[in-house]
Structure formats: structure tokens, C-alpha cells
């Protein structure tokens, strides 16, 4: 193996903003994911379940959810396929809300059986928050609709 390959395996190379703004998406929903599943441990949540006596206790709750969290998947795509500038404006636009969700939702379950989901949605935060970052440095003058 000569030098020149040796160093073209350990060469970092840029990463299409595109490709970042996807993976701090499914990133983020893996997290959302995980957070739903692992409350399903926590004590009283399969009974609350069962009887209907929870926060999702009807239908329009229902959609209202699944359209929030479907928000999160279909931006990891959306951040492939849409142009530049849409693409900018919709990432800043739901990383903002995402993060001020996941923020409100950190502070407001510190119990201790929910220390996990108060990580999750810290950790959701920051990664939303790179998201606005990242899209809000995208370069301007290269945005073609």
C-alpha cells in the first residue's frame, strides 16, 4: 500500500450540506423514536394504554401527533430532493420548531422515571438545533430555484 492511498483513506471529505441536513434529520427521529418506545417501560403507561386514559386519547390527537412526527421522517428526504432555497427556509423553519418542542418538552418532564426522555429531548434539541445552524450557513449565492 503506497502513501498516497494510505492518505486517501484517512482524508475526511466534504460532506454535501444536503447529506448533513438527512442525517440530523434521521438522526432526530431515531431519538423521537426511541424516546416513544422506551416510555412504554415506564410505570402505568401500557395500563394508561389500555383504558384510553392518555395524552393521545382521540383521534384528531391521533393525527396531530403522527403528522408532527411524520414531519421529522419526510424532512430526511426532503432535504435530498428539494432545491436549495425551499430547502433552507423548511429546515430552519421545523428545525426552529422542532427544537423549541423538544426544548419545552425537556423541561416539563423531570420526573425520574422520565431522566431518559429529558435526555432524549435535550439531545433532540441540540441536533435540531445543528440543523438551523447548518441550514441557516448554507451559502446564499449558490441557491437556484
Request: hydrophobic letters at 50%; proline letters at 3%.
Given at each position: 500500500?503506497?502513501?498516497?492511498?494510505?492518505?486517501?483513506?484517512?482524508?475526511?471529505?466534504?460532506?454535501?450540506?444536503?447529506?448533513?441536513?438527512?442525517?440530523?434529520?434521521?438522526?432526530?427521529?431515531?431519538?423521537?423514536?426511541?424516546?416513544?418506545?422506551?416510555?412504554?417501560?415506564?410505570?402505568?403507561?401500557?395500563?394508561?394504554?389500555?383504558?384510553?386514559?392518555?395524552?393521545?386519547?382521540?383521534?384528531?390527537?391521533?393525527?396531530i401527533?403522527?403528522?408532527?412526527?411524520?414531519?421529522?421522517?419526510?424532512?430526511?428526504?426532503?432535504?435530498?430532493?428539494?432545491k436549495?432555497?425551499?430547502?433552507?427556509?423548511?429546515?430552519?423553519?421545523?428545525?426552529?420548531?422542532?427544537?423549541?418542542?423538544?426544548?419545552?418538552?425537556?423541561?416539563?418532564?423531570?420526573?425520574?422515571?422520565?431522566?431518559?426522555?429529558?435526555?432524549?429531548?435535550?439531545?433532540?434539541?441540540?441536533i435540531?438545533?445543528?440543523?438551523?445552524?447548518?441550514?441557516?450557513?448554507?451559502?446564499?449565492?449558490?441557491?437556484?430555484?
Amino acid at each position: 500500500m503506497n502513501s498516497k492511498t494510505l492518505k486517501d483513506m484517512l482524508e475526511n471529505p466534504k460532506v454535501n450540506i444536503k447529506i448533513k441536513l438527512a442525517s440530523l434529520w434521521a438522526s432526530a427521529t431515531f431519538c423521537y423514536l426511541y424516546g416513544d418506545y422506551f416510555e412504554l417501560y415506564t410505570p402505568g403507561k401500557i395500563n394508561s394504554l389500555l383504558t384510553g386514559e392518555n395524552i393521545l386519547d382521540s383521534p384528531t390527537k391521533l393525527l396531530i401527533a403522527s403528522m408532527i412526527l411524520a414531519t421529522s421522517s419526510v424532512m430526511v428526504a426532503l432535504s435530498i430532493i428539494l432545491k436549495p432555497k425551499i430547502n433552507r427556509v423548511l429546515n430552519i423553519v421545523f428545525g426552529i420548531l422542532f427544537t423549541t418542542m423538544m426544548l419545552f418538552i425537556g423541561f416539563n418532564s423531570n420526573t425520574e422515571w422520565y431522566s431518559f426522555y429529558v435526555f432524549l429531548a435535550f439531545l433532540e434539541s441540540i441536533i435540531t438545533a445543528l440543523i438551523v445552524w447548518y441550514a441557516w450557513q448554507w451559502p446564499k449565492e449558490k441557491q437556484i430555484l
